[in-house]
C-alpha cells in the first residue's frame, strides 16, 4: 500500500469514527429528550388545573387585583403545582405493580419502562427541593409578612361557610364519579386492583352523586343569597353552575369519563366554555358593578 493510499485509509478512518460519535450522541440526545418528556408527563401539568382553587377565596374576597395578594397566591399555587407532581410521581413508585396491570395506567411513563426509576426519584427530589426553596422565599420576608397579616385583620375580609361547603361537596363529587370510572373500567377485576372498590357497587354510587349534585347545587345557591359580598347579583352564575353540573353528568353516564376531571375540562369545549364564562361573570359582577 503506498503512502496516499495509507493517508485515505487513515482519513476513511478519522470520517468514519467522527459520524459514528455523532450518530450516538444524537441517538443520546434523543433518549434524553424522551426522558424528559417521559418525566414531564409523569408530573402530571393537566392536575395542576385544581390548583386553581387557591385563587377561589382571593376572588371572592374581592382582592383579586390586590397585586401584593395575587403574588403570594401565584407562588402559592407553583407551591402546590410541584408538591402534587412529587405525589403523584412517589405514588406510581409505590402502585408500579399494580399499575401495570391496568388497562390505562400500564401507560404510564414508569409503569410503560418509558421513564427509568432512578431518573423518577431524582426527580422527586428536584421538586422537593423546589417546594422547599419556594416556601422558604414565601415566608422569609419577616415584618412583611406579619404586615399582609396584619392587613387581613384590619379588614373586613371573610371567606362565607357556604363557600367552604360548596367545595367540600364539590370534591366529594369528584370523586364518587372517579370511584365509579374505576368500577365500570375493571369492571370483575376492581377489587383486585383497589381493595376498597369491593364496598362499592354501581347503584349505591349513583344515588350518592346524585345525593351530592343536590346539595352542591343548592350550597352554591344559598351562598349567592347569603355570601358575605353583599351582592346578591351573582344569582345570575347558578344556571351556568347548572349547566355545568349536569354536562359532567352527562359525560359520565352517557362518554363514561369522569376517571380524570381535569381531562375532562380541558378536552370538552361545553365544559371549559362554562368555567371561563362562570369566571368571567363572577368577576364582572364582583369588581365591575356597583354593589
Not at 6 to 26: H, P, V, Y
Not at 201 to 218: C, F, H, K, N, R
Amino acid at each position: 500500500m503506498t503512502i496516499k493510499q495509507k493517508q485515505q485509509s487513515e482519513r476513511q478512518k478519522d470520517l468514519d469514527s467522527s459520524t459514528t460519535n455523532g450518530a450516538k450522541s444524537e441517538a443520546s440526545k434523543q433518549i434524553t429528550g424522551e426522558r424528559i418528556r417521559a418525566v414531564l408527563q409523569s408530573m402530571r401539568p393537566r392536575q395542576w388545573t385544581k390548583n386553581l382553587a387557591l385563587f377561589v377565596g382571593l376572588v371572592f374576597a374581592q382582592q383579586l387585583f390586590s397585586l401584593t395578594s395575587f403574588k403570594r397566591v401565584f407562588v402559592a399555587f407553583v407551591i402546590f403545582c410541584l408538591a402534587s407532581s412529587s405525589i403523584y410521581l412517589f405514588n406510581d413508585l409505590l402502585d408500579l405493580e399494580r399499575d401495570r396491570q391496568h388497562p390505562i395506567k400500564s401507560k404510564r411513563p414508569l409503569a410503560s419502562g418509558d421513564l427509568p426509576i432512578p431518573w423518577a426519584i431524582v426527580t422527586i427530589g428536584i421538586l422537593i427541593l423546589g417546594c422547599a426553596g419556594l416556601t422558604l422565599f414565601l415566608f422569609s420576608t419577616g415584618g412583611f409578612v406579619l404586615r399582609i397579616l396584619a392587613g387581613t385583620v384590619v379588614i373586613p375580609v371573610m371567606i362565607s361557610p357556604w363557600l367552604y361547603l360548596v367545595t367540600i361537596l364539590l370534591s366529594l363529587f369528584l370523586a364518587l364519579s372517579k370511584r365509579r370510572h374505576e368500577l365500570v373500567l375493571l369492571q370483575g377485576d376492581a377489587s383486585n386492583h383497589r381493595q376498597i372498590l369491593k364496598d362499592y357497587s354501581l347503584p349505591l354510587l349513583d344515588q350518592l352523586i346524585t345525593i351530592v349534585t343536590a346539595a352542591t347545587i343548592m350550597a352554591y345557591s344559598l351562598y349567592t343569597f347569603q355570601g358575605p359580598t353583599g351582592n346578591h347579583r351573582l344569582m345570575i352564575t347558578i344556571p351556568l353552575v347548572l349547566y355545568g353540573m349536569f354536562r359532567y353528568l352527562y359525560l359520565m353516564y352517557m362518554r363514561m369519563e369522569g376517571g380524570s376531571p381535569e381531562e375532562v375540562l380541558l378536552r370538552d369545549r361545553h365544559m371549559l366554555g362554562t368555567v371561563v364564562l362562570c369566571t368571567a361573570v363572577i368577576i364582572i359582577v364582583l369588581y365591575g358593578l356597583p354593589r
